[in-house]
């Protein structure tokens, strides 16, 4: 018998604590229900745009690879990575003694020529003087005729003489010029105003120039770099020449650069059965802070609003009549109302708001929607390799 009085005193006070707790909310509660506030958001100013996004690399714009026209072994390498070398300004020198003992024996050879020439060319004048004083004779009939015509054959073979020691002469001054131009590539001399990017070659290496032209370092203009980004073929046909563009990179996500689009190339980079059309951006970069290889996230701007009056997306039902119209909801004593207002510009977070509403009106958000406040993002958001627009 305890046992079952136990069992009935359990359920018991159960109620009676519930009888007491709603008398409690009776007396000091309103009798009503709770109900949620609504959420809502406010009108106000902010910047909006529509951009197409995508991933690129970030590059020189203007860079020349520095190669050796001969072969031999790379005597001396006079710069490293990241030297500012001037245009004209000595690189490296290739071990050079071949080249001036071939420029020493065609400069010996040159002499020799020459020597012969003038020889040549006495013997001609000797000749003439000759054929000149037997002709004289002939005309007065004081030498046989068969001499005067040994004179003009010993005239000619002279002159013949002198031609052709004068081509061969042409020929081994030629050559001389050609292997003193080589002994001049010996010493590699700076093509461009840059900075050296990378090194090739190293102290002591053979190059050999015989089949491919061996790349001993190349040399950028780094004032001036050439964003090279990947548009999806479903967003490039939005893309234009001269187009607006601002882009930021992994390490300074809070800088924006400015450019433009300077060329859309035709042919694509197929990425994994993905079309990529590469379309190039130059920017400035007097201050040197963009190097090459980085990874730049590039927004191209359709199109952009500044300092124009803005509601979250999520506030403004769309219209039936026009993409120029809408609808939001209005808090007032009585309840919420409906209010047509005029759009401008809009993307997946913010709405223009034309007309219909004044900075710093209230309008209510979705039930599902948190409370918020528009506002306009200043760095934009991290986006994937195909982008899209925004």
């Known amino acids: ?23 409690a909310w009776w007396k000091f509660g309103d009798g009503k229900p709770a109900t949620a506030a609504a959420a809502t ?8 745009e529509n951009t197409v996004s995508a991933l690129g690399k970030i590059g020189p714009k203007t860079y020349v690879d520095v190669g050796a026209q001969l072969s031999g072994q790379l005597e ?20 050079p003694r071949i080249y001036e003992s071939r420029v020493a024996g065609d400069r010996a050879r040159v002499d020799s020529l020459t020597a012969q020439l003038a020889e040549r060319n006495a013997s001609m004048e000797l000749a003439r003087i000759n054929h000149t004083r037997n002709q004289a004779m002939a005309d007065r009939n004081l030498i046989a005729r068969d001499l005067l015509d040994t004179s003009a054959a010993q005239l000619k073979q002279a002159q013949a003489q002198v031609a052709s020691v004068r081509a061969q ?50 040399i950028a203009d780094l004032d001036t770099m050439t964003v090279t980004a990947q548009v999806a073929e479903a967003d490039i046909g939005r893309v234009q020449t001269d187009m607006p563009v601002y ?5 300074q996500a809070n800088r924006r650069w400015q450019g433009s689009v300077r060329q859309i190339q035709p042919t694509p980079d197929i990425v994994n059965e993905v079309v990529l059309f590469r379309v190039l951006v130059d920017v ?20 952009q609003a500044r300092d124009v009056l ?16 809408g609808f939001v909801q209005v808090p007032g004593p009585s309840g919420p109302t409906q209010r047509a207002v005029e759009t401008g510009l809009r ?44």
């Open 247 to 251: 882009f930021t990179t992994l390490g």
């Open 169 to 218: 002469l042409k020929e081994a001054q030629s050559t001389l010029d050609g292997d003193a131009a080589n002994l001049g590539y010996a010493r590699i001399y700076a093509p461009m105003s840059g900075t050296v990017v990378s090194i090739s070659a190293l102290e002591g290496q053979t190059l050999n120039a015989n089949q491919v032209t061996p790349t001993i370092l190349r």
């Open 284 to 303: 400035d970069n007097r201050d040197g802070v963009l190097l090459p290889d980085m990874t730049a996230q590039v927004f191209f701007v359709l199109a």
């Open 76 to 95: 001396t390498l006079s710069v490293e990575v990241g030297d500012r070398v001037e245009q004209g300004a000595l690189l490296a020198q290739i071990d």
């Open 310 to 325: 803005t509601l979250p997306a999520a506030a403004v039902s769309n219209s039936s009549e026009s993409k120029d119209k």
């Open 41 to 48: 958001a406010t009108v106000q100013r902010a910047s909006i």
């Open 1 to 23: 018998m305890p046992a079952r009085r136990n069992r009935l005193k359990v359920p018991l006070l159960v109620l009676v604590a519930s009888l007491l707790a709603g008398l």
């Open 347 to 390: 993307n997946r977070e913010l709405v223009e708001i034309v007309s219909g509403l004044a900075e710093g009106d209230s309008v209510l958000l979705p039930a599902s929607g948190p409370s918020t406040t528009a506002k306009a993002s200043e760095s934009p958001p991290r986006r994937g390799l195909l982008g899209g627009p925004h």
